[in-house]
């Protein structure tokens, strides 16, 4: 028996030491438990937390304490609660934000300032930006005097449009939407409306621009195409099976890679947790595990179903630069909400679009630390993806089974192994600014000869909160066949995406692809 039990450990320890993936720790106390996060094109990363927490571990510069009469705990608060962390050298350095942040919304502007709207308390209406640098700069967050939100905005959804503009949908009791730069005002939304049930459901709705300009907007278990030209519900889609799959209940959502002629666009959506498990309080109700599939395109749309390995409720969908599906975080219990979910979902999964129904999940190498509440994932130009947050309670709590996550990690995706670093490309040459339908080269070299298609691919830098990363999308140019060049180098034509509805204007990651084997990106500015 001893004997028998002996090698089942010895199986399973092998079996986790041998699934694809590895991770690092970055930064053992970041200062703060990262809420809401977005990587900027300087190679830096905002880290943003609510403000009405208590004492964080990053204190503000001298001097700049902020008064806070909705602290519970702090009324002069002189610590930071939002930080820019520099991937590069690992270092950190205190934001300084004035407003309550919390369960908030965000998007970079075209010309990559970041966009950040609502929150809770004195930041419900408030509209902020964040002008970004590197970790030696002065940047930091304004909060704008002269213009606010027509309505309240906690727990929205922001979307960057064609012209440059962004939209801002829904929010708790807000069932309309509105824009920056206002226009109108706020324009009600009925659909947000209609799926609302007894446990809201409708927050943090799934927003997503297809390639024809309209918008595919999800919240509870069902979608509508949406008109921002007109504001008007063009159709609706087929309800999804399996429950609820919005805040309270997320799961989560990415639109798959555009490509080819930029016509189809297709949608997926993973996990949540089951209705009732956030009225009752059920921290140990199963997630559910399924996925739905949509060609949000079509003319005659249907979902189709698979599962995945794990039920899971809070996980991140990262859309990785080879179209792939990083499925990372999350609980396979509970629901959102404080202290509210149990059983951490340690495994990632890697979703490949291109293989068929039932062999499209990959378990990879587990993480050891829990990320539950209020943690998420990003993508980084040097491929991988950072993981950060996690803070289940009211306020920092260290003592907790699941305490609050100072920790910020890195996952690295099998791709960049070292026995492929011979097929890594490196991008040598590249514009820094190209326009919509332009032709363009790349000058990339490898270290072992070019044997197929070196993709070039546009990767948006999202803002990630509450499992949903807000303005995602993957765009894989049109090339032509790599040319050699000189000595391990290749030249790559290109062309720019055509016009913003295929890839809103503002600055990409761009990555060159070589046998699926993506190169550190170089930052674009896409421009009209």
Not at 234 to 252: K, M
Not at 270 to 290: K, N, V, W
Request: a negative charge.
């Amino acid at each position: 028996m001893e004997l028998l039990v002996l090698s089942m450990f010895t199986f399973f320890f092998l079996s986790r030491a041998e699934l694809p993936g590895t991770w690092d720790l970055l930064v053992p106390n970041a200062g703060i438990s990262s809420m809401h996060s977005a990587v900027t094109r300087f190679n830096t990363v905002v880290l943003l937390d609510r403000t009405n927490t208590g004492p964080s571990r990053k204190m503000l510069r001298k001097g700049h304490c902020r008064l806070d009469p909705h602290d519970a705990v702090l009324k002069r608060d002189c610590y930071a609660h939002s930080v820019l962390f520099d991937i590069q050298t690992n270092q950190i350095r205190p934001l300084m934000i004035l407003t309550d942040t919390w369960c908030s919304s965000g998007q970079f502007l075209h010309d990559g300032t970041l966009l950040q709207t609502g929150g809770d308390l004195d930041g419900f209406k408030k509209i902020r930006k964040l002008d970004p640098c590197d970790i030696n700069g002065s940047c930091d967050w304004v909060e704008l005097d002269d213009v606010e939100l027509s309505e309240g905005r906690w727990y929205a959804s922001n979307q960057i449009l064609p012209d440059g503009s962004v939209i801002i949908i829904g929010g708790r009791g807000a069932n309309t939407v509105e824009y920056y730069p206002p226009r109108n005002g706020a324009v009600l939304f009925p659909f947000l409306a209609d799926v609302e049930d007894k446990q809201m459901d409708n927050l943090y709705p799934y927003v997503h621009l297809l390639p024809n300009d309209q918008l595919f907007v999800f919240a509870n278990n069902k979608a509508v195409l949406f008109d921002h030209e007109t504001n008007k519900v063009v159709r609706g889609y087929p309800p999804l099976d399996g429950g609820p799959r919005n805040y309270p209940s997320a799961g989560s959502s990415a639109m798959l890679a555009l490509e080819g002629d930029y016509s189809t666009a297709v949608i997926v959506i993973c996990g949540g947790a089951q209705y009732g498990a956030f009225i009752e309080r059920s921290t140990d109700t199963p997630a559910h595990g399924s996925c739905g599939r949509i060609v949000a395109t079509s003319l005659d749309p249907i979902w189709e179903m698979e599962d995945m390995p794990f039920g899971r409720i809070m996980g991140d969908m990262v859309m990785l630069p080879t179209g792939e599906v990083l499925v990372i975080n999350g609980a396979q219990a509970g629901t959102q909400g404080f202290e509210m979910a149990s059983n951490p979902c340690l495994y990632p999964l890697l979703y490949r679009p291109d293989q068929p129904v039932g062999l499209r999940f990959m378990t990879l190498n587990p993480g050891t630390v829990p990320r539950l509440y209020h943690s998420m994932a990003n993508l980084l130009p040097d491929g991988r993806v950072m993981i950060a947050g996690s803070n289940p309670h009211h306020i920092y709590n260290f003592k907790a089974e699941f305490p609050t996550e100072l920790r910020i990690e890195a996952f690295s995706l099998e791709y960049l192994s070292p026995d492929r670093a011979n097929i890594r490309p490196v991008i040598e040459e590249i514009p820094d600014t190209v326009r919509f339908g332009e032709a363009f080269n790349v000058l990339v070299s490898v270290t072992l000869p070019v044997v197929g298609i070196v993709e070039v691919n546009f990767a948006s830098a999202p803002f990630a909160t509450h499992s949903f990363s807000q303005g995602q999308r993957l765009v894989k140019l049109t090339v032509t066949p790599s040319v050699p060049a000189s000595g391990n180098q290749y030249k790559v034509e290109c062309k720019a995406p055509p016009n913003g509805a295929v890839a809103p204007p503002g600055y990409y990651m761009v990555f060159a692809v070589n046998q699926g084997v993506p190169s550190v990106a170089r930052w674009v500015h896409l421009v009209a």
